[in-house]
Structures are given as C-alpha cells and as structure tokens.
C-alpha cells in the first residue's frame, strides 16, 4: 500500500489545496493558450511545487497524469545532482530535437539554485532563444541563489506553507476517505506539527494512525510524537519572564525527565512565542535558535536562564539580606565586575581613586552613566578593529560554494590574535577544507582575514565551555552527545 502523501498527491491544478495565488493564474493562462517558455516555482520544501510542476507539464502537452507514467516529452533534472556545465551544454543539445508524443518537450529542473555560476550562463543562452517547442520549470527553495539574469526570463510564482487551519480541514477529509477515527484536537496537533507541508503532514497522519483501533486521542498523539504539554510551555515562558529561576529549573527537568527531547521542547517554545509574541520574550526567541546538538539540554537551560539585565525586582522583599557582618571584600580593579547581588556592574573610576578614602560600610550607589550591565558572555569577534559574524561569514562561503559550505559547518571556530581560527571535527574535513582551492573560497569569504585551519583533534581555546555543558546536560538528564535523531516525532 502507498504511503499517504503518495496516494493524496494532486493530479489536476484544480486539485491543489492551499496555493490559489499560483493554481488560478496557471488555470486562466492554459484555458486562454498563452503558455511561458519559462516559470520558477519558489517556496519552502513540501508545498507542492513539484506537484504543481508535473501537471502543468502533463496538462500543456494534454497528457494524463499518472504517478508512475513515463512520458519522454518530460523530463526530470535534480540540479544538485547536475549542477555542472556539462550537464548543462549536453541539455542544450537536446532541447533541439523536437518533442515525440506531445506538443512541447518540457524539461522539469529541480533545486535550480544549486547550479554553479557557469552552469547557470550557459542556461541563460537557452532561455534567451529557446525553441518554441521547449518549457522550463524550474524549482527552488533559496530563491535569492537563483541569479536575476535567469529569473526576469521566467513566470515567477511563489508557493507558500499552508496555515494550520487549511491543513486541519484537508487531513479532515483524508480521514474520513481512510476512515481514520482521530479527535479533532489530535489533528490539530498533527496539522501544527506539519509545519505547513502537506507531505510532512501526511507522512504525521501516516504514522499516528496505526496508534489506536478506536479513536486516537490527543494524548495518544501527544506521548507518540514525545511532545510536551501546552500547559508546560506556558509555565516554562512565564518563568521566563519573570525571573523565576527555580521554577524554569523544575519544569525543564520534569520535562526532559518525561522523555521530551531538548530540540522538540525548543521548537515549541518557538512555536509558542510566534503564535503570541511579547517584548519580554523576544530575548528568548533570539537564544533559541541555539540549541541543538551535542549538549541540547544544557544549551537550552542556558538559553532560558534570564540575563541580568532581565530580571526584575519590584520591591525591598526582591533586595537580598543585609545581615551579613563578616569582612568585606576589596573592591576590584577598574574594568572588573562588581556583585551587588542584583546585579553585575563595572568599576567607576572616580570609584577606584576615591578607594583609600571610603570609611562607610554601605556601598555608594553609583551614578546611571557610570554603570554597565554584563547581560553575558561575548566571544571574541574583533579582528583589526572590526566585528568579525561567523554567521555572515558561513553564508558567504555557501553562496560561493556549497561543497566547502557543506564541511565548514562541520568545524568549530575562534577568533584570536587578529586571525580566524577554524577547527575541524574529522579528518576528512581537514583534507578538503585545506586544499588550496577551498581555502581560497575561505579567505574571499572572510574579506581578506587570514585564516588558520588546524589539524584534526586540536581544540579551541574555550573547548572547556563544552566540559561545562556537558555537566549541565547531565544534571538535567540528558545525554552528553545528542545527534539531533532523525526520527519526525
């Protein structure tokens, strides 16, 4: 038997649920006859767009669709299997013959965003004359990797992901064509889970359906997919917000203790905060982005603990005791942090020349100007005065060339004595990363700054920050390395 997302794949345009922005256009054009010689279908994976793209395919010519059909009018290309200009050159020497069986050869490309630069110039001279008997389609997720000279030749449509409710009332009538006995909010929770993708959607609705002979309830759902409970989450944000150190600490570990994994709790977390957003939250949202695999645990506990800066006292009962009565400790030099138990400040200058005269036992308060908060840790990110972003820097490299992109993600990193220190995780990665060629690829994408690749086994500076981690995920239960897992649930 077919998986589900198989056996519910659309086989007209007028088939196709959630995407009318791109279905009716395409409906009006073929009725009226005017058909492109170019469309690029652009949006997230899941959406349909190589669905969408195989019919037209089949509907311009007026063949029936069929899963397993196999019309030589219609070809198929995977560009990041043929991403070269070979590939490319043996393309344009087939586009002459004409088309057998139908009116136009149609040449389906998916990814195209991951053709090199020269594999996408020579397509360009296609597109710029191509016979009147060829269509392309092209296919992509990362629309902005698809050069402007490709996509001014074509019918640009965007697919987008379908909202929750679009995706409950289409699983809805799955299951009542599959007789599949499942409450409402169970499907609702298979529906968000989906992420707005009908094939990840199906593939939930696939796997939970075996779960029950009677009705599959929603904590049915729950404890297959190991989610937590809504009310969790809602008690682990308030947490958040309002300081409450211990309370964040319990309920992770409950959490973490009931099976859920880190990584899950983190996408619900941001699913949670999306869905209703709050400016005491938005610190948060940017930290947990972070965590993932080794340590997820620790790093998630470090991402909802609140900074210092976030944490609010809102009377003398917030204040820490003032009994004690034991010696007081010499004040540190300028630059070094200074606890005053609410929290952390930097010396004053005026402060550290005034130090041999202070009799009283209180601490002066400080002026405003002469205090800053130390929210948290900041790795060192300057090289010859400027501000060094890995992120940006990473995102060069893949826009330059996927292959290195593909292993440097594979490496750890410093910034240290006005050079870029990378490095790698295995041996391989080493090989390839300090070939001449991709080290080059390296050194554009960092502007000029010179880079060290070390050798496999050596290890950052701060590698003790993962020792630390480590004790972390094991006080709150979790494992010391954590792949990630690839299973859906």
Known sequence: MRALYRRYRPMKLSEV??????TEPLMKSLEAGKVGHAYLFVG????????????????????KYELEDDYVDIIEIDGASNRGIDNIRELREKVMIAPTSGKYKVYIIDEVHMLTKEAFNALLKTLEEPPEHVIFIMATTDAYKVPVTITSRAQVYTFKLADAQVMFDFLKSVCEKEKIKIADEALMIVAKRG?????????????????SDKEITKELVVSAMGLPEDEKIGELLAAYAGGDVVKITTVLKDLLASGVKAETLTEELISAILAEPKVELMSLLAKL??????????????????????????????????SYTGPRAEPPLRGEPVRD???????????????????????PQLPPEDVSLVTHAVEPSSLSGTRFDWGEFVGKVQGLSEAVYSQLVKTNHEVMGGELHIYPTKKIVQTILARDNNKKILVEAAGGVKITIHEYGDI????????????ISAIMGGEVQNDGGGNPF
């Open 17 to 22: 649920v959630g995407q009318p922005q791109v």
């Open 44 to 63: 997230p994976r899941g959406c349909g767009k190589t669905s969408v793209a195989r019919i037209l395919a089949h509907e311009v010519n007026g063949f």
């Open 195 to 211: 992420g707005g993708s009908f094939r990840d959607s199906l593939s939930l609705l696939d796997q939970i359906s075996t779960l």
């Open 289 to 322: 982005p972070e965590v993932k695999a080794p340590y997820a645990e620790a790093r998630l506990l470090v991402a909802l603990m609140p900074s210092a800066s976030e944490l609010h006292f809102s009377g003398p009962a917030s204040r820490p005791s003032t």
């Open 341 to 363: 138990g609410r929290n952390i400040r930097l010396e004053s200058p005026n402060r550290k020349m005034s130090r041999e005269n202070e009799v009283s036992d209180a601490s």
């Open 460 to 471: 950052p500076s701060g590698a003790e920050k993962d020792e630390t981690l480590a004790k």
